[in-house]
């Protein structure tokens, strides 16, 4: 058995599935996956019935030796003692793995609208206050870290310079049009950006702006040259003078003129 023993939000769920991944002999059995296969996720009246079906799930895997990692909070007393003899009963060995965020990160990870339940900042500051209350206190001394400004798409300097910061958006939608064989005064006009900041960024050579563009590109291009190839092949005359006239400029370039 391998108990799990950390803060909430502290990814324990994301360790257990990770863990028992390709493992047809090790199985996840948690409170939370019971309480949502019931319905709502807290009601209180329930708890019992909830306690009731983990215990019979853990007994009976760890019987049929499964190894099983109890997904939870696991740090009172007498829940451990509880895990422990489980795992004495059916003579198999148990070790707890700790995990912890601080309890800033706990409640941000808390508010994020793809999680299946949130327990809210309260209850969140309860659970450090009475298992890590030193740790709280120094953490909350320290200021709340700011994050990083974020330079604006477009910017206009005061002498009147448009000045452009690619976004992932902006790359995305680069390699997409490049891939296509779009021109740069094309990609530029598609992005709402001046052509003269879109040829700056584009011959910093080593630029984001310039890898997405060749590399999307050079796709492009081979995929052209795989549709031409084969028409050539099937007897079409159009690709069969476009593959004449690359062969001419390859050995021009070969032969050095």
């Known amino acids: 058995m391998i108990i799990l023993q950390g803060t909430p939000c502290a990814g324990k769920t994301t360790w257990a599935r990770s863990a028992v991944a390709g493992k047809k002999d090790w199985i996840v059995i948690s409170k939370d996956d019971i309480r949502h296969s019931l319905g709502d996720y807290w009601v209180p009246e329930r708890e019992k019935l ?5 215990e019979q799930a853990l007994r009976q895997a760890l019987k049929m030796n499964y ?21 004495d009963a059916n003579d198999a060995p148990a070790e707890i793995k700790q995990l912890y965020v601080p309890f800033r990160e706990a409640v941000r990870r808390d508010n994020n609208p793809d999680r299946s339940h949130h327990l ?67 990609i530029a006009h598609a992005l709402k950006v001046p052509y003269s900041e879109f040829s700056r960024h584009l011959a ?11 590399d999307a590109k050079i796709e492009g291009e081979i995929k052209y040259r795989q549709t031409t190839q ?19 400029e390859q050995l021009k370039e070969e032969l050095g003129f």
């Open 50 to 54: 909830v306690g009731r079906l983990e």
């Open 67 to 87: 190894t099983v990692i109890s997904d939870g909070v696991n740090y009172d007393d007498g829940r451990l003692r509880f895990l422990q003899q489980l795992a």
């Open 120 to 186: 809210g900042e309260d209850a969140i500051r309860g659970f450090y206050e009475k298992y890590f209350p030193d740790r709280l206190k120094e953490e909350l001394s320290q200021p709340e870290p700011t994050a990083p400004a974020v330079p604006a798409r477009i910017m206009t300097t005061e002498d009147g310079q448009t000045i452009w910061n690619p976004t992932a958006e902006d790359l995305a939608n680069i390699k997409r049009m490049a891939a296509l064989r779009y021109p740069p005064s094309s």
């Open 204 to 214: 910093k050579k080593d630029g984001d702006v310039w890898e997405a563009y060749n």
């Open 230 to 248: 084969a028409a050539a092949e099937r007897g079409e005359e159009w690709a069969i003078k476009i593959i004449e006239g690359w062969n001419r």
